[in-house]
């Protein structure tokens, strides 16, 4: 079924099995001539979506073009892009441990996450928590400043606005132990009786 006008210039309707969904689609130039058309699905409303379309004429008009054109891109599209980019400036041991914390724990925990989108409450429940499952403290500290690089690099590219994710903050204490002290010497006291 085709789109539906609606007061809004840019915004369509359209029918779904839940009912009447809105959508935006803006076309526009970007700084070196080449037309784009920027489309969105699935608002609630119709302000919704114009609201939308208001933000991304916002960016064009900026000459922010990029942020619209990347604001799909996945963490993993960008990571990739990121250490193709750099990785001739990395020194060897610099370029082994971000190449293993991208490949162990980034990409694995956050790669289908879209860049803009991540927030910090999101971070801290797919990344941060789960390595603190298995991992020190000190190597959770270490992937999340890799992975901190990686995004202020997308913002100092214009790849998204801004970095939510600064002043992500976590105890390094957080780090579940198996057996209080107490506990630990009552084991080991045990064990020395067997």
Known sequence: MKPAKTEYKNVFSYETKKGTMWMFRYQFVDAFGKRHDKQQRKFKTPEAAHKAELEAEILVANDEARQLLDSGMTVRQWTQQFIKLKQAEWRPNYKQNITTAVNRYILPLLGDRKLSKLTKMEYNYLFIQPQLEHL???????????FMVIMNAAEENEVISRNKLKGVRFKTSERRKPFSEDDLARFNGQLKQE
Do not use: E, I
């Not at 020190?136 to 890799?146: C, E, G, T």
């Open 136 to 146: 020190k403290p000190s190597s959770v500290q270490a992937n999340h400043r890799y």
